[in-house]
């Protein structure tokens, strides 16, 4: 396991987060830690596959789990659950001048609106990231990723938390969602979203 990994749960899952070579693929590093929560010696015995879209998943005796992972700078986040279908997604905090010029292509006119009323450019920016990491762990979690189309569903602020408020029937109803904000590091933001299957 590579140094100071760390694991949290939530509900039905199981998250870490791991040191990660920035620009490296994601992928050998999760299978380490899923692997070490499945109690497995050997990451390589883990059965993983890619559906047809290339979402991740669990096959052989572990196919009735879901797992998913992101990586930004130089962290990776990565997400094993049980009943639900589960995505993360994990940005670095940086700064985004273009912030509302590309909510404006890709978010809701409401979240725009959100963003442009934040009281400075470092709060629309951070905002901006939350609401990026919200909507793409929730379109990973289904199984389309953002070739859904990030304006198939919204989100709204709720006692300092995002909260999905609608949504493409495609993707269910609202109620069977749950989203966790992450703070896995200094310097990263990130979203945990599950529905039940």
Do not use: I
Not at 105 to 117: G, P, Q, S
Not at 134 to 149: I, P
């Amino acid at each position: 396991m590579p140094a100071n990994p760390s694991s949290h749960r939530h509900g039905p899952v199981a998250w870490g987060w791991l040191p990660h070579a920035p620009r490296a693929p994601g992928e050998a590093l999760a299978r380490v830690w899923l692997a070490a929560q499945l109690g497995l010696d050997d990451p390589a015995a883990l059965a993983l596959v890619r559906d047809a879209r290339g979402k991740p998943r669990l096959a052989g005796p572990h196919a009735g789990l879901d797992c998913n992972w992101s990586h930004s700078g130089d962290g990776l986040v990565v997400a094993l659950a049980d009943g639900v279908d589960v995505g993360v997604d994990l940005e670095r905090v940086r700064p985004r001048p273009r912030a509302l010029e590309l909510a404006g292509r890709f978010f809701t006119a409401t979240e725009r609106d959100w963003l442009a009323a934040q009281p400075d450019a470092g709060a629309r920016e951070r905002s901006f990231v939350r609401l990026w990491c919200a909507k793409e762990a929730v379109l990973k979690a289904h199984g389309h990723g953002l070739a859904f189309g990030l304006h198939r569903l919204r989100f709204a602020e709720r006692d300092g938390a995002l909260a999905l408020v609608e949504c493409d029937a495609a993707l269910g109803p609202v109620a069977r969602w749950t989203l966790h904000e992450l703070r896995p590091a200094d310097g990263y933001v990130g979203a945990l979203a599950w529905r039940a299957r």
